[in-house]
Antibody, heavy 117, light 109 residues
Framework: EVQLVESGGGLVKPGGSLRLSCAAS????????MNWVRQAPGKGLEWVSS????????YYADSVKGRFTISRDNAKNSLYLQMNSLRAEDTAVYYC??????????WGKGTTVTVSS | EIVLTQSPATLSLSPGERATLSCRAS??????LAWYQQKPGQAPRLLIY???NRATGIPARFSGSGSGTDFTLTISSLEPEDFAVYYC???????????FGPGTKVDIK
């Protein structure tokens, strides 16, 4: 079964850091670009970052550029998001999603990040 | 930055009716447009990719059309499980980014 499972969310104070992980299974992880997408409580979807299959190309939304770092380990079938200098507005459910034909065809269930003092 | 606008914000319909959802881009996105369905507490599900292609396992009552700046998602006959929020999403080459529309909620009339 094709599956993505996020972990690493939690409660963190403003200015703090958190590292999210996404474990992939059921497909050849190293062949796909991957994304992080977030959704603030009661709000719509916001793309956060993308990484190509071999990590050669990395892109970020302006809202997280300079604070978040996306990475992957194809040997471990894992995707990561290092989040630094967290703000209240980063509070959201964070999803990892597989890129396919300009869309995202496989999504995890998400992990919740809450930034609050 | 390409901005996506979805209309209407809310669509109130009855089961069996036809739903027509619109997504408009601030500049051409060619056919690089996808549609998603999201139900409360669930992750989004890809319905349509590249404007008009149904994703794997998506029922034929869902169809997409359009190119350039104007796109439409049509649900030919609403089933009870189709009441949800629908998002469009584009992928641009420069700057390389993805953008989601604000969503259209389809609720039961």
């Amino acid at each position: 079964e094709v599956q993505l499972v996020e972990s690493g969310g939690g409660l963190v104070k403003p200015g703090g850091s958190l590292r999210l992980s996404c474990a992939a299974s059921g497909f050849t992880f190293s062949s796909y670009s991957m994304n992080w997408v977030r959704q603030a409580p009661g709000k719509g979807l916001e793309w956060v970052s993308s990484i190509s299959s071999s990590s050669s190309y990395i892109y970020y939304a302006d809202s997280v550029k300079g604070r978040f770092t996306i990475s992957r380990d194809n040997a471990k079938n894992s995707l990561y998001l290092q989040m630094n200098s967290l703000r209240a507005e980063d509070t959201a459910v964070y999803y990892c999603a597989r890129l396919w034909n300009h869309g995202m065809d496989v999504w995890g269930k998400g992990t919740t990040v809450t930034v609050s003092s | 930055e390409i901005v996506l606008t979805q209309s209407p914000a809310t669509l109130s319909l009855s089961p069996g009716e036809r739903a027509t959802l619109s997504c408009r881009a601030s500049q051409s996105v060619s056919s690089y447009l996808a549609w998603y369905q999201q139900k409360p507490g669930q992750a989004p599900r890809l319905l349509i990719y590249d404007a008009s292609n149904r994703a794997t396992g998506i029922p034929a009552r869902f169809s997409g059309s359009g190119s350039g700046t104007d796109f439409t998602l049509t649900i030919s006959s609403l089933e009870p499980e189709d009441f949800a929020v629908y998002y469009c999403q584009q992928r641009s080459n420069w700057p390389r980014e993805f953008t989601f529309g604000p969503g259209t909620k389809v609720d039961i009339k």
